[in-house]
């Protein structure tokens, strides 16, 4: 069975731009979170979707958003770029939101 | 809110040989979880071992084990017989356990980890 994928592997965008990065969960999850991790550093919690319904945020500004389709995937949002958002983000999907999480490769976003 | 510290930014091991990753954490719950994940170069996050924390038996899965001491909020990861392929970074991370709530994930720093052969 296929793991967690996520799309795209790399992206260099501007600041200013917005970027939507994409996540489809392990077949039959339904859970999926997303978590931002700058270099050197733990992931942080942005967000965690669960049927389609938001779960839970973390501390990140409205530019930031996401949604779950009636598939289980999901996409990550972000608005007017900072060159503060450079980082990896991070998916991860469970069978239910208090399983475990197993995590997709991540997206390496660069803000130039 | 819960809080995951690991205080040893690297450690180095010899192949073959036991080391220990510390790890403590703060949280006012009873019932939580707690994890170690690896992230070698390749940036994957792995899942290495998982433990509930109304379980008093230490999680063991193949050459990883914990101690887990819920009373001092410590979990700790060893690794027996070191391999180069356990070379990569270490999170602890803490989840909360009630179902339906929002059940993230948080992570500390991490550890460096390198087995030198």
């Known amino acids: 069975d296929a793991g967690v994928t996520q799309s795209p592997t790399h992206l260099i965008k501007t600041r200013g731009q917005h970027v939507t990065l994409r996540c489809s969960p392990i077949?039959?999850?339904?859970?999926v979170s997303w978590y931002q991790q700058v270099l050197g550093q733990g992931p942080q919690f942005i967000f965690q979707?669960?049927?389609?319904?938001?779960?839970g945020r973390g501390n990140f500004p409205d530019r930031f958003s996401a949604r779950q389709f009636p598939n289980y995937s999901s996409e990550l949002n972000v608005n007017a770029l900072l060159l503060g958002d450079s980082a990896l983000y991070l998916c991860?999907?469970?069978?239910?939101?208090?399983?475990?999480?197993?995590f997709g490769d991540g997206t390496r976003l660069s803000i130039l | 809110a819960q809080t995951v510290t690991q205080s040893q930014p690297e450690m180095s091991v010899q192949e073959a040989e036991t080391v220990t990753l510390s790890c403590t954490y703060d949280?006012?719950?009873?019932?939580?979880?707690l994890f170690w994940y690896k992230q070698p170069p390749s940036r994957q996050m792995i899942l290495v071992i998982r433990?509930?924390?109304?379980?008093?038996q230490n999680a063991t899965e193949n050459r990883f084990s914990v101690n887990f001491q819920k009373a001092a909020k410590s979990f700790s990861l060893k690794i027996s017989d070191s391999q180069l392929g356990d070379t990569a970074m270490y999170f602890c991370?803490?989840?909360?356990?009630?179902?339906?709530?929002?059940?993230?994930?948080?992570f500390g720093k991490g550890i460096t980890l390198s087995v030198r052969p």
């Open positions: 433990q509930e924390a109304y379980k008093q």
């Open positions: 949280t006012s719950e009873n019932n939580y979880y």
């Open positions: 991860a999907s469970s069978l239910e939101s208090n399983q475990p999480q197993h």
């Open positions: 979707y669960y049927e389609k319904e938001e779960r």
């Open positions: 077949s039959g999850h339904k859970s």
């Open positions: 991370a803490f989840m909360g356990s009630f179902t339906g709530a929002n059940s993230k994930l948080t």
